[in-house]
């Protein structure tokens, strides 16, 4: 089952969830909605992201793959132009850095869509809050018999109501 | 590399003449441009005579020069097409392949001799000229470029013709139509490999100089011509 | 001082922003019309030019190049309005650049399409211009990729795919908001545009990181493109053209006129869309310094590129220079320099001088000047090349002036219909962050 607590403010938000944690609740768990992005101290809610390393990697698979590639097609066909070499990366250069850089852009853009969980809904029945302009809303995944606590948890540090929704 | 095709030009006995030309024309089935199209100098010469003068009106001296493309070894124009259109054949001839050719224009631009041509319009004669097509050259469609070819077919032709007799490939076998018909025999062609040819003889004389040869393009276009 | 826009009420925000998306005035008709017809001529005049031949452009030889390339130069210029300067505020967390950043990025993404348009409009056989995407012929031969137009293809394809995806990003937000309340069909776009965004703090964190990487790259990829625009002259042997100082002369060159084609842009929705109290004097008084920093580097960058010319005094490279300074392309040139230094100078170097109005009078000129300069470059050298027996003028035909009007209403075709469907100020960016300070 879910609990959905709604916040007016950030500091009570930050509360409930160290409450919560210390009550046992995973941050995997939790999921905060706004309309805008909520920036909440470091160590409360962390989202760690491999997006730098992925783009990083997309980049050297990209660049290093078109390299290659250009390197077999220059060499499966060997045509002479202006007296240059078959290959040579001077000449490739520019084409490693683009596709290097369509790398990076590509793997970015897949894992924000992977990250952001908007391709891989986690559980699809999971209610999502309307989220109104300004209210800061938290959404727990418990067990039932965890609920009371939980709920205790979040009044304590603020919140202005509480649901108790079922999967959708 | 069997064959290294080159030419030697004669400074000193060209006349400015034209022959050779005329002569291109009908070898390679240039298309012939209305007067208004060459008013605006889309002519299509495959090569072409550039006059420079000497001195002032009336003690003038005209010094020709037929241009055309110099078949560069290290040619600026093949690298920059996308296509492969013009690249550098076995027997280093800079050869133009018309129907890889998309019109790109970047060629044109990066020729330092400026002997590039291209088709503005699809190619008209005007009668009875479109009677007279030479069956061994194609003729170009609209928006592709164009060049000296150095007769590739010519070439060709004489390989062939050895080949079926069973013989080498002599020196002045094969002669471009621009060769052939100098009145003036001013323009030699053949096989720069081979030491004895006439116009290897003549790219070894202390006249000859290679056009904008600073540029390091390695032209293989000979101009002889008096060292003042 | 009137209230500052971060602390009107976001209700207000919201509607102020979303307002301009529903309903379609008499007059917003009429220019989108009168553009599409002019977009329509253009396109008429590009079909006789493919029915006809290239003949009917004002090239010949030795000028093979002129308004086409002018033009795709030109565009692929103003590209960077939007990316090259919304990600330099992103990285550097400039708070004036919230309601500049969509408007600059919308404008990259059109002017990079236009942009690209222009390599194919002058192929000599344009239809077949997917001759040149990697892809091998029948006989197993792929597109030579040591020429440098392959470099601008990878170059483009890049940049606009990260400029699409830049200006998504931000954007997904907002379609999620636009699709609660609207018509049914908007609803639909603005779902399906959403991908189910729903504000939870993964995404939200997501976004942010997708958006600061997409910066870094997208700053990287700009400075690539106009950098290989600009090897596509230096790489070849013609004179003035084949010039190390082209790369970053053509990057200054590129973000000058971005910058003016942004605020060319930001007068008109502010002026269109009563956006007074979200675009204000600060905004522009910014990015005027900004194109007046910019002015002053493209005088620099002219300065060397024709000075060295003209103290070396190589034959070839002097005739280009004097056919540009001196000869028939001298009024382009010092037209150029009068647009795009002398006027932006006075008019913005002068703080009392310096208003909205003449900011946008000096961008007019810069952008007037920016496109002179690339004619000046392309086609001089062009008309004098090494054999001086070969060379000639060049004079365009209506054929090219009605493609370039064309691109021109088309640009603001594109950038119309795209306010009409999105919000050109990133409305959740907006918000009011009251708790902001205390981090």
């Known amino acids: 089952m879910y609990l959905i607590g709604e916040f007016r403010e950030k500091k009570a938000v930050a509360e409930a969830i160290r409450a919560l944690r210390a009550g046992g609740v995973t941050p995997a768990e939790m999921d905060l909605f706004s309309e805008e992005p909520i920036k909440l101290p470091r160590g409360v809610l962390d989202r760690p992201s491999r997006m730098s390393l992925a783009s990083v990697l997309g980049a050297i698979a990209f660049g290093s793959l078109a390299t290659a590639f250009i390197y077999w097609v220059q060499h499966n066909y060997r045509l002479v132009t202006g007296g240059m070499p078959i290959f040579s990366f001077w000449a490739t250069g520019v084409i490693t850095f683009e596709m290097t850089m369509l790398g990076a852009i590509a793997a970015t853009f897949a894992w924000f869509l992977w990250e952001s969980g908007l391709v891989r809904k986690r559980d699809r029945g999971a209610p999502v809050p309307e989220a109104d302009p300004g209210s800061i809303r938290l959404r727990v995944r418990c067990r039932v018999d965890d609920a009371p606590q939980a709920i205790e948890s979040m009044r304590r540090a603020g919140a202005v109501e509480i649901e108790r929704r079922n999967h959708d | 590399m069997e064959h290294r095709w080159g030419m030697a030009i004669d400074l000193d006995r060209c006349t400015g003449c034209e022959a050779c030309v005329v002569a291109c024309h009908a070898e390679n089935n240039l298309p012939v441009s209305s007067p208004e199209q060459a008013g605006k100098g889309r002519t299509d010469h495959w090569i072409r005579i550039d006059r420079y003068y000497e001195g002032e009106f009336p003690d003038v001296k005209v010094k020709y020069m037929p241009v055309l493309c110099q078949h560069c070894d290290d040619a600026p124009c093949e690298p920059v097409c996308p296509v492969y259109a013009t690249y550098h054949n076995g027997e280093g001839l800079n050869v133009q392949v018309y129907n890889r050719c998309v019109g790109t224009f970047y060629c044109a631009n990066n020729c330092p001799y400026t002997v590039r041509y291209f088709n503005w319009f699809a190619p008209e004669w005007p009668e009875p000229l479109h009677l007279q097509h030479n069956p061994d050259v194609s003729v170009r469609v609209a928006g592709v470029m164009e060049k000296c070819t150095f007769c590739i077919h010519r070439i060709k032709r004489s390989k062939q013709d050895a080949a079926r007799d069973g013989r080498a490939l002599a020196d002045g076998d094969v002669q471009p139509a621009c060769v052939q018909s100098c009145p003036a025999e001013a323009m030699v062609f053949g096989d720069l490999n081979d030491p004895q040819s006439k116009v290897s003889r003549a790219a070894g004389s202390g006249r000859a100089t290679r056009l904008l040869e600073e540029l390091g393009t390695k032209p293989k276009v000979f101009y002889l011509q008096k060292v003042k | ?439």
């Open chain 3, 1 to 439: 001082m009137a209230a500052a826009p971060e602390l009107l009420p976001y209700k207000q925000i919201r509607e102020d922003l979303f307002r301009p998306l529903s309903g379609v005035s008499r007059r917003y008709v009429l220019a989108t019309c009168l553009a599409f017809i002019v977009g329509a001529a253009g396109l008429a005049a590009w079909v006789y030019q493919l029915r006809r031949g290239m003949g009917v452009t004002g090239l010949q030889r030795p000028v093979f190049w002129g308004f086409y390339i002018v033009d795709f130069v030109f565009w692929i210029g103003i590209s960077h309005a939007g990316t090259l300067i919304s990600a330099i505020l992103r990285l550097t967390d400039a708070a004036w650049r919230k309601p500049v950043t969509r408007a600059a990025e919308a404008i990259t993404v059109f002017a990079l399409m236009i942009g690209a348009m222009f390599p194919v409009i002058h192929l000599g056989r344009a239809w077949l211009f997917y001759w040149l995407l990697p892809y091998p012929n029948s006989r197993l031969l792929w597109p030579n990729f040591r020429s440098p137009l392959l470099w601008d293809l990878t170059a483009i394809v890049t940049y606009l795919t990260g400029s699409v995806i830049y200006l998504y990003l931000p954007l997904i937000p907002d379609m999620a908001q636009l699709a609660e309340h609207n018509t049914p069909w908007r609803r639909k776009l603005y779902r399906a545009l959403a991908l189910g965004w729903t504000g939870s703090d993964r995404e939200w964190h997501a976004l942010e990181r997708a958006m600061k990487l997409m910066a870094c790259i997208i700053l990287a990829v700009a400075i690539s493109v106009h950098t290989v625009v600009a090897w596509d002259f230096a790489m070849s042997i013609a004179p003035m053209w084949h010039s190390t100082i082209f790369g970053p002369y053509f990057v200054t060159g590129a973000i000058f006129s971005g910058i003016a084609a942004l605020l060319v842009a930001l007068t008109a929705l502010r002026k269109v869309l009563h956006l007074e109290s979200y675009l204000k004097w600060h905004h522009f008084n910014n990015l005027a310094k900004l194109l007046l920093l910019m002015s002053l580097l493209w005088l620099y960058f002219t300065l060397a590129e024709n000075l060295t010319v003209w103290y070396g005094n190589e034959p070839r490279e002097m005739a280009v220079f004097g056919a540009r300074t001196r000869a028939q392309y001298a009024p382009y040139f010092w037209t150029m320099v009068a647009l795009n230094f002398v006027i932006p100078f006075v008019l913005l170097g002068i703080r009392r001088l310096r208003t909205i109005a003449t900011a946008t009078i000096a961008a007019v000129c810069v952008l007037a000047g920016m496109w002179l300069e690339r004619f000046v470059i392309v086609v001089p050298t062009l008309a004098n090349p090494r054999l001086a027996a070969a060379s000639r003028g060049y004079a365009p035909t209506w054929v090219e002036i009605a493609i370039t009007a064309a691109t021109f209403a088309a640009m603001a075709m594109l950038y119309m219909i795209f306010s009409k469907l999105f919000p050109i100020i990133a409305v959740w960016e907006f918000k009011p962050h009251p708790e902001e300070d205390e981090d």
